[in-house]
């Protein structure tokens, strides 16, 4: 009985692990203080929002839908993140093929009848969303560029839900999603000077595979200083409160993190760089907070 227990408990940190279970966390997380302190109106209280049954499905919808994504895109790069990342691969093999697909079906499926409950107009955006994210893993992230951006318009689509709920659609709102647009883009071509040899191997036409490490180099500063304009828009033309230290502190880094780009040459350096930024795109998410304390405080107070 403990063998069987202890088989059960590693297949589900594998199937953790093949979900990306903790970026899952953050992305609700996310939502959830966008909604609260920059989408909903201002009349509402914080209670009312964290009990909405729709704004929770909208959530739940997402988290489904973004869990079964990773399932198929593990189902189908399993032979490159073998190359790549040979640890993750081992526990992600904890959990049958079989068993991945077979979950992934079963999220897909209540992520759609979950969503019947808010309205057809839902179901046919998490339908959408669905079979968008299937295209990438299948098709689409092995054609050049085109695959990068494709991935990072899916990475804010569940941002694009809630504010679509809200009805609020100003220009601030714009200019911050564009700003994570360009870091998560930033972060999917850093994978691929990350994933080079993987790639390589299946056949996977990254911008490094088919133009070279140089190349890569020089786009990604292309993207960095669009990101460096975005950035000085948003503290230059709107009222971000305290966030504002957060963007300026975004101002260094991405002077920061070109230079060290163009010294990296080794995978260990380009994970750095990886990973820096998503400590900056989490910390983001954290800084929302900032935007304005009173409205913060109001929204504990009558909590």
């Known amino acids: 009985m403990k063998v069987s227990n202890k088989s059960l408990t590693i297949k589900f940190v594998g199937l953790f692990v093949s979900a990306r279970g903790y970026n899952i ?108 994210i299937w295209l990438y893993s299948h098709k689409l992230k092995k054609i050049t560029f085109i695959g990068n951006i494709v991935a990072a318009s899916l990475a804010i689509t569940p941002f694009f839900a809630v504010f679509v709920y809200y009805k609020h659609f100003e220009t601030v709102i714009f200019f911050h999603a564009v700003f994570l647009f360009l870091l998560i883009l930033i972060r999917e071509i850093t994978k691929d000077l990350e994933n080079l040899k993987g790639d390589f191997a299946q056949n996977y036409y990254t911008i490094p595979v088919k133009f070279g490490e140089k190349y890569t180099k020089t786009v990604l500063s292309i993207i960095f200083a669009l990101a460096f304009i975005t950035t000085l828009f948003l503290v230059n033309y709107f009222n971000l409160g305290l966030m504002n230290y957060y963007f300026f502190a975004c101002l260094v880094a991405f002077v920061f993190l070109v230079v060290y780009l163009w010294s990296s040459k080794k995978r260990i350096q380009f994970k750095i760089l990886h990973n820096m930024l998503k400590i900056i795109i989490i910390a983001g998410v954290f800084s929302i907070l900032l935007i304005d304390t009173d409205l913060v405080l109001e929204r504990l107070i009558d909590f």
């Open 25 to 132: 966390l953050m992305i609700i997380l996310a939502q959830y203080l966008a909604s609260i302190f920059i989408l909903a109106p201002d009349k509402l209280s914080l209670r009312a929002i964290l009990l909405d049954p729709n704004l929770l499905i909208i959530v739940t919808c997402s988290a489904l839908v973004i869990a079964s994504g990773y399932l198929i895109n593990n189902f189908y790069d399993s032979e490159k993140d073998l190359i790549n990342r040979p640890l993750k691969t081992y526990m992600d093999n904890k959990v049958s093929p079989k068993t991945k697909l077979g979950i992934y079906f079963i999220l897909n499926l209540c992520s759609v009848i979950l969503a019947s409950y808010i309205s057809f107009r839902a179901v046919l955006f998490f339908s959408a969303y669905i079979f968008g």
